[in-house]
């Protein structure tokens, strides 16, 4: 598996054309996948973690990605409902709990809540998820939609944009603290977290997939649910370019007071 091979790539299938044969071959193409769709490639990131957006920008981002935040563990609940084997829930259960945390320990979610309040967000408007663009409502609600419509084997699947999360962590940590000077580690801690929860998250999901994709067909449908998710990160980078970068923002979303 190379990259000429994957040339018939869609914005919605790897194609027709491309037969996987073995859980190696499909290993390559979603790591291929990955490497050509993930959402580290979107010009707003690079404006994000270059120091290119104003503040206002930058709380518009952290706002509409709570609402994405916020809806993980739901997404995750929905997958546990997919199985009947107990090793699975069991394996799925402690993402519900990084995100949610639990009682008198902090989650994913409370951490995400830091860093807008680091950034000057009020927490009940931000939770409220009135301001958030409706292109990210519609993308993260699709999520869920998909996990509880699909396959078992495509809802885990999805998830495997965490592959390549780390990396974008690491910039984001770095780029962030250096070029914002209303940026400080301890509303960042969302993201350091993520560097040791989404490998071991990943690599789960990576060799689930690889052993119970059993036919082309099966690893095309695993590479497809990648290819769906990377769509759902991307569009919602998309819609904040849009809004708040080229200044097109709806009616009744989020307005950054002026700098």
């Not at 054309?17 to 707003?44: M, W």
């Not at 408007?125 to 396959?151: D, N, W």
């Not at 991307?234 to 200044?247: C, F, I, K, R």
Request: hydrophobic residues 40%; proline residues 4%; glycine residues 6%.
């Amino acid at each position: 598996m190379n990259a000429a091979s994957m040339t018939g790539m869609t914005a919605l299938s790897i194609g027709k054309d491309i037969k996987l044969t073995s859980a190696e071959e499909l290993e390559a193409a979603l790591r291929h996948i990955g490497a050509t769709r993930y959402h580290s490639l979107h010009p707003f990131h690079k404006l994000l973690h270059g120091g290119k957006l104003n503040k206002g920008q930058v709380q518009a981002w952290a706002l509409n990605r709570y609402y994405y935040q916020s809806t993980i563990p739901i997404k995750d609940a929905v997958v546990i409902s997919r199985f009947r084997d107990r090793a699975t829930r069991l394996e799925w259960r402690h993402r519900i709990e990084d995100h949610d945390g639990d009682v008198g320990s902090e989650g994913g979610i409370e951490r995400w809540i830091k860093l807008t309040e680091g950034l000057g967000l009020d927490t009940a408007y931000v939770e409220s998820t009135e301001g958030i663009l409706p292109a990210t409502r519609f993308a993260v609600e699709a999520y869920v939609h998909y996990c509880r419509e699909k396959s078992p084997l495509e809802a885990i699947a999805s998830s495997l944009t965490e592959l390549f999360a780390p990396n974008l962590h690491e910039e984001r940590i770095s780029g962030m603290l250096e070029h914002y000077d209303f940026v400080n580690p301890d509303i960042m801690s969302y993201f350091k977290r993520r560097l040791t929860q989404a490998p071991r998250d990943a690599g789960f999901a990576l060799d689930y997939v690889k052993a119970h994709a059993r036919t082309p067909e099966e690893r095309a449908s695993v590479c497809n649910a990648l290819i769906f998710k990377t769509n759902v990160l991307w569009v919602q980078l998309d819609a904040l370019q849009h809004a708040y970068v080229e200044g097109n923002i709806p009616p009744g979303a989020f307005v950054p007071k002026a700098n």
